[in-house]
């Protein structure tokens, strides 16, 4: 599947964007959806996951109760609402794609990746 990231921007401390991860080329309902980030001079790391079928997700404890994954399967996009940004969560946004559902934090269990969105977050 083809994954295309968008929504990044420049926002300040405490703001809020979504962001939007658009599938085509694949079965999206086939796949487990996660969104991992990468800062400058960091490693890529796991941010959130949603199952097929979307009744399961999950968080990395540094955006739990701050960020919300959710997915719509008839348009073919997943959706990651970040609320109560802070400086520490600015990097290079990317959607992966993965259909076995194992090892859904570790980005080496992924063959399908978008481009990456930018999100700056100013203090």
């Known amino acids: 599947v083809q994954l295309q990231a968008s929504g990044g921007g420049s926002v300040q401390a405490g703001g809020s964007l979504r962001l939007s991860c658009g599938a085509s080329?694949?079965?999206?309902?086939?796949?487990?959806i996660t969104w991992f980030r990468q800062a400058p001079g960091k490693e890529r790391e796991f941010v959130a996951a949603?199952?097929?079928?979307?009744?399961?997700?999950n968080y990395a404890d540094s955006v739990q109760g701050r960020f919300t994954i959710s997915r719509d399967n008839a348009k073919n996009t997943v959706y990651l609402q970040m609320n109560s940004l802070k400086p520490e969560d600015a990097a290079v946004y990317y959607c992966?794609?993965?259909?076995?559902?194992?090892?859904?934090?570790?980005?080496?269990?992924?063959?399908?990746w978008g481009q990456g969105t930018l999100v700056t977050v100013s203090s």
């Open positions: 949603i199952s097929r079928g979307g009744g399961t997700t």
């Open positions: 080329g694949g079965t999206f309902r086939d796949y487990v």
């Open positions: 992966a794609g993965q259909t076995t559902g194992s090892g859904v934090r570790d980005a080496n269990q992924y063959t399908d």
